[in-house]
Every structure is written in C-alpha cells, then in structure tokens.
C-alpha cells in the first residue's frame, strides 16, 4: 500500500534507471531489509520444495538481473522469496550499453530494457558475496566466449549453491553465437567437465514454430549433457525507438501467455528428468499456480517486483497458503499434475 501510494509515484516520476539506482539504494540498508523480515517471511511449511535437490521455503525466486553485483541478495531474501539468482555477472567488468536502455510501459505492466549485461564483474561480486550472510542459491554467469564462459564458472561455481548459464539476453551482441547447436554443446561440454554444483541454462522465448524448434534442441542438448534445470525464459526482443539500441527485451505482464505455453513445451521434452523454473510475467499467486500446474518447479520474478513493490512476495505466499489450504492440498507438490 505505502509503495503504491507514495513510493511508486515518487519513483516514477524520475528517469528508469535513476528510480532503479535509488531502489537499489534503498536495498543496500540491508539492517532496515533484516527488521522487517518477520513482516515479509510467510514460512509456511505447506510452500517449502526444493531446486534442483536444493531447499527452499517458497517456490518464488527473484529472477537474474535484479541484483546484478550481489550487493544485496540479503535484503532481497528478506523480502520473503524463496530464492533469488544473483548477476548475471561476467568474468571482467562491463559497462553494458549506452543510456538511455531502460523504459517504463505502465499500461501493460511492462519494461523494456537494453541494458546489455552491465557488469562490475567477478571480482567484485566475490567481494560482495563475502559480505553478504547467505550463499546465494542461484548465480548467473554469462560471457560471449566458451572460454570466457569456463573461466566465469570456475571462479563462479564455489560463491553459489548452483550456477544459471545465461545464454539469451537479447541485448548482448554476440551471446545469440550460443543459440547455434553446436555452439552451446562446446560450451556445455566445456562447463561440464568442471561442474561440481547444480546447473541450469536459461533459454530465450520463442514466437514461432522455427524458432520453436531451435530453442527445443538447446533444450535436448541440455538434457542429453545432464544439466539440472532450465529456466524459461529470458526477455522477448522488441523494437522500442525510445532507448538508444533502438530495441530492447520487454518484461512483465504481456509475457505470461508465452511463459505458460515454454514451460508446457519444455516439460513435455524432458519428462521428469529436469527442474523447470517459469521466468516472464508472473505476478499473482494464481500465476504461480498456472505454471506450476503447467509443470514448473518453482517461478522467477523481476518485473511485477517494480510494479507491485516489496511486499509482493509476502502476498503470493500468503494467497499460496490460503488457497493450498481452501483445497486440502497438504504440499504445493500437490497442485503439479
Ligand atoms: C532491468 C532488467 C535487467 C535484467 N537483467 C538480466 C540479467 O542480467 N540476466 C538475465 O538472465 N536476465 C535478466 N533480465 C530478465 C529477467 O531475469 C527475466 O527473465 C525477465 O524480466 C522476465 O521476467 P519478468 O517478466 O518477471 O520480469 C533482466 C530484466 C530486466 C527488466
């Protein structure tokens, strides 16, 4: 209600990326984040699953992006989500692309942004991290070449509980080298011959049976090498005039119908054997619920965090509870099909 009220408005009458560096801010007073925990953390044992054999309370995780260097994975935590993937993060410092990248679309609870993996790189999130109580669940890694790739995972893979490939951020010229077949498996292979944590690789959406068919085979590939998880999915690329790329990945509420649809074609292709988290336009508990009931394991949220504000986590676990016990469903497990 106060965010809505006055934070909100306050906010979005500055430019995006000046309200985002003062949320950003306000997130690293990580002593106000740990007093109102209480308030934010549902802890209902009816929610706990786990990730990839990982724990966790809740289902809801905070998508990459929204804590790029690590700075305040505790805070975020604070805020009642289950989990939350840190960077993405590149092996040396980037500064991402020119300003102005990022854009408001309030009408349909949307953003479109052309950041372009800004960076400060993995020496510094190791730093960070070394500051922060928790190791994070998830951290995501990218790079433009396998061995950029390999060299961020090595240094990536001891700070976190398991590593997210990100090979589909629209924005970065050069990372779609690892939408080719054989491209990924190099780098696959590549990550796999170290792996000691949980992987998982987020893919890019699809619109159209073509691109359909190339997003399914990354998917088998990834399956075929063993790697834990996929994440469904990234931004949908989009001509926007009004950031200086000229086109950006959009975000938030017009993602939903995609997301479902992802999630459903990547459960159909892997059974059982993999972890799939729906990632794109989730906002509400009944969204969690359609994509668990379309065969997600757990859910990532970025864009509804902006719109909705801190208390939202606190209110898809509290409608979560609610509806579980409405329909006598003793675990979240029992909403999957
Ligand atoms: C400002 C912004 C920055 C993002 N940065 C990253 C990133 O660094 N790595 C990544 O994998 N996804 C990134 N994303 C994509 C989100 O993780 C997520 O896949 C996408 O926004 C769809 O989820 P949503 O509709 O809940 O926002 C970013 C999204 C936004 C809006």
Redesign the pocket.
């Known amino acids: 209600m106060l965010y809505k009220a006055f934070l909100r408005p306050l906010l979005w009458s500055l430019p995006p990326e000046l309200a985002?560096a003062l949320g950003e801010w306000a997130l690293r007073r990580k002593l106000l984040w740990k007093l109102l925990a209480p308030f934010h953390n549902t802890r209902d044992p009816v929610l706990a699953t786990s990730l990839a054999g990982i724990p966790i309370p809740n289902p809801l995780g905070v998508?990459?992006?929204?804590d790029?260097d690590c700075a305040y994975l505790d805070s975020l935590m604070n805020l009642g989500f289950g989990y939350a993937?840190g960077?993405?993060v590149t092996l040396h410092p980037r500064p991402g692309n020119p300003r102005p990248r990022?854009l408001r679309r309030p009408r349909q609870k949307?953003?479109?942004?052309a950041?372009g993996?800004p960076?400060l790189g993995i020496d510094v999130v190791e730093a960070n991290l070394r500051k922060q109580s928790a190791v994070p669940t998830v951290l995501?890694i990218?790079g433009l070449t396998v061995d950029e790739f390999r060299r961020c995972y090595q240094r990536s893979a001891p700070l976190a509980r398991s590593i997210?490939l990100?090979v589909?951020?629209p924005n970065t010229a050069g990372l779609r080298v690892f939408h080719d077949p054989s491209a990924f498996r190099e780098l696959l292979e590549s990550v796999n011959s170290r792996r000691t944590t949980p992987l998982f690789v987020?893919i890019p959406p699809y619109s159209d049976p073509q691109e359909q068919q190339n997003v399914l085979t990354l998917v088998r590939i990834a399956r075929e090498l063993g790697v834990d998880g996929i994440?469904a999915?990234?931004?949908r690329p989009v001509e926007e005039p009004a950031v200086k790329m000229g086109r950006g990945?959009l975000?938030?509420?017009p993602?939903?119908p995609d997301?479902l649809r992802i999630v459903a074609d990547v459960r159909n292709e892997v059974g059982e054997t993999m972890t799939v988290n729906a990632?794109?336009?989730?906002?509400t508990a009944d969204d969690v619920v359609k994509a668990l009931k379309g065969g997600a394991d757990t859910v990532?949220?970025?864009?509804?965090?902006?719109y909705e504000g801190p208390g939202l986590a606190r209110r898809i676990n509290r409608d979560l509870s609610r509806l579980l016990r409405n329909r006598s469903l003793p675990t979240i497990h029992h909403l999957k099909p």
Do not use: D, R
Request: glycine share 12%; net charge positive; with cysteine.
């Open positions: 985002h998508a990459a992006g929204s790029k993937v960077g993405t990022l949307a953003l479109v942004n950041l993996f960076s995501s990218s997210e990100n589909s951020s987020k994440t999915a990234n931004t990945g975000s938030g509420k993602l939903l997301t990632c794109g336009g989730i906002s990532q949220i970025y864009t509804a965090l902006v």
